[in-house]
Every structure is written in C-alpha cells, then in structure tokens.
C-alpha cells in the first residue's frame, strides 16, 4: 500500500473500470483505484469485496460536497435524460483523479470508457472536452479504447506499451466478456445502473433540494434519499418507512429541525427542515400525515375521539399537538411529478444531451 503507484484508476466499480485497471497492471505497473462518493452514486462498503475479488488497491474519494456546488451552479454541459450530469460529472471526478495523481507523485490516470459506448458523454468529441475541461489532455490514458486515440505521454515514453493497449469500440460487450475470461475474472459485476441522477423517481427527490434551498449541501441530498419525501412549497418532511430508514433520518438530525413522532404508539420518525419556518397550522397538517402512518395511532384515534398526540421536538424541546390522522392533510404534501421536472430543467434554458 505504501508504494508510489505508476497510475489513479477512475474506479465505478463496473467491468469496464476494473479491465482497464487491471491491464495496466498486467504491464508490471502500479495501479491505485479511486472510486468516487457523492449522495448520487458510489458504494464504498463494496471495496473489500471489490479488493478481495479482482485483486485491487481501491480507495473511497468524497466528492460530495465539489459534486453538489456543480449542481447548484448548474453543469455547464447541461443534464442528460434525466437529472444526470454526465459531461461535468466525469469532468469533476477527472479533474480531482489529476489532482490526487499530481499530490501522490503519480504518472498518469486511468479510465475505462469505450469509445462510442454511450450516446454522448462517450462520443469521441465528448471525450475530447473531457479531456480538455478536465485538464488532463496529457495524463488520461483509457486502455481499452487506446488503439482510436491518440498516443499520451505515458505511452510515448514507453511507461506503457501501447501495442498492449486495446481498440474497444462500440456497445457490444463481447470484447469486455471476452477480455474478463482471459484475465480468469469469475465474477462480472452487472452492467451499468448505480447512479440515483438518472433514475426519474429520484429526480423527483433532487429537484426540489437543489432549487427550494438556498444553498443546497451534500447533507441536504443524502436526507433526500431516504424513507418518504414530501413538499409543501418549501416545507420539507423526510419520513422513514421502516426502522432501517427511521434510524438513517435519525442520524441526520441537525439543529433548528423539528422531528415528528407519534406519542404512545409505534411511529415513523419524521424529519421537518426549516428551510422556512414552519409556522404551527403548517407543522399540525405534517403532523396528521405522519400519524397516519402509525396503524396503531390510527386505530386508537377511532376508538377515542378522533385524535391522537404527536410530539414535536426542536433542538430537544418538545411540544404535543393533538391531529386526527390524515393521509391526505390540507396541504398538498408530495413530490414534483418527473414531467414538472424536466418542464423546468428546459425552462432554465441550460443545455441537455441524449444520454
Ligand atoms: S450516470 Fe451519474 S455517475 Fe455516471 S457519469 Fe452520469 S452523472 Fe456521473
């Protein structure tokens, strides 16, 4: 571990990221993988599985916070199909590849796309402004697609052999398959998937974070991602669905939020952000949603008079307010649908891509 690698894999954690990275390594070189976290994608439980598995060095790198002021200041080469920005995210994770090869004493960086894989943010015009916005022109050598361009510094100066180096092109996967089988990879992780930025029901989640709050962070984004999520203008509620969620919201409990529970009965725990403050008729209408989801609370509601008390806590203070449990309060509680969200991603009038 404490060798000064020859190279920074860009690491997804998908067949195409761990070929590249392995063959540089059969060339006798040092490889050091880099698998990028945000609230979007990433899973750095997996590395000692990945590490065991594929004989690899991986390390987690938190882009989080860089990741999300790029979303706040809007991709500059816009979002694909959904709310992904593929051009700027690969951008950002190259960028801060460099950077870390640069600290680290590092040759050059790796990364496993195909030339013409995708519709866009693999399209060789598209790997070029890649390649220039990132800074990395010089240093981003991708082995399995090496053969279509042109040589880099790592290959001109005979660190690499380039007549080693592949000439993948293309969709297929039969070049991938075949490559795994040779190398004696037994499991071949599935394809593609992963990244929450472009699944349509957790656009719905991101949209209202990133333009309801003024200044959107990591944090901000990782509450988005758990249990129910509900809006009301600009009050927002996170409600968990089962224990597992009750206890993820529990741990992103900060200061100035108000958690909602049901007094007396099993409950789900709620989250209030005070993007705005919650005035008392607006806290009382979550607090009849929330009751709702207690079927105990529910059911001694109808046998006692309508009602059930659920306690308020801000900044451990605690308040009850008695509600009737409603499913469908006053206020009109819910996400955005995904069409609003595209709506208004074209409204901003930023570019978009096909992917
Ligand atoms: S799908 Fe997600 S992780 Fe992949 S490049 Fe696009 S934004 Fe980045």
Same mark, same amino acid.
């Given at each position: 571990m404490n060798t000064t690698p020859h190279a920074f894999a860009l690491f997804s954690g998908g067949l195409d990221s761990i070929l590249a990275a392995r063959l540089i390594m059969e060339q006798g070189l040092v490889v050091r993988c880099l698998h990028f976290v945000t609230p979007f994608f990433g899973? *750095? /439980?997996s590395i000692p599985y990945w590490e065991k598995v594929y004989g690899l060095e991986i390390e987690a790198v938190d882009v989080g916070e860089d990741f999300v002021r790029m979303l706040r200041e809007r991709p500059a080469h816009g979002f694909g199909k @959904? &709310?992904?920005p593929c051009v700027d995210c690969k951008i950002l994770m190259m960028r801060k590849a460099r950077e870390i090869m640069k600290e680290r004493g590092a040759s050059f960086i790796i990364s496993g796309e195909v030339l013409?894989?995708? *519709? &866009?943010?693999?399209r060789r015009d598209t790997l070029n402004v890649i390649r220039r916005d990132a800074e @990395? /022109?010089? @240093?981003?050598? /991708?082995p399995l697609s090496a053969q279509h361009l042109d040589p880099t510094e790592a290959e001109r100066s005979g660190l690499v052999d380039r007549s080693k180096l592949l000439g993948f092109f293309g969709r297929g996967r039969k070049d991938q398959m075949a490559l795994a089988e040779r190398m004696g990879l037994t499991e071949i992780p599935t394809p !593609?998937?992963?990244?929450?930025? !472009?699944e349509k029901e957790n656009a719905r989640r991101y949209w209202p974070v990133l333009t309801l709050l003024d200044e959107p962070t990591a944090a901000d984004f990782e509450l988005s991602n758990i249990g129910r999520q509900y809006w009301a203008g600009r009050h927002w509620l996170s409600m968990g669905r089962n224990e597992a969620d009750n206890a993820a919201l529990e741990r992103l409990v900060r200061p100035g939020d108000a958690i909602l529970r049901v007094r007396d009965f099993p409950s789900p725990f709620a989250l209030a952000r005070q993007i705005t403050p919650w005035d008392t008729e607006t806290l009382r209408d979550a607090a009849s949603l929330v009751a709702s989801y207690s079927p105990k609370g529910v059911r001694a509601a109808e046998s006692s008079g309508g009602t059930v008390a659920v306690r308020v806590q801000i900044n451990g203070e605690s308040t009850f307010i008695d509600v009737i449990p409603r499913r469908t309060p006053a206020l009109p509680w819910g996400e955005p649908e995904f069409t609003e969200v595209r709506k208004a991603i074209k409204s901003e009038n930023q570019p978009t891509f096909n992917e």
């Open positions: 899973k *750095p /439980r @959904v &709310m992904n013409g894989q995708r *519709p &866009m943010s693999q @990395v /022109r010089d @240093v981003l050598l /991708r !593609a998937g992963g990244c929450r930025l !472009a």
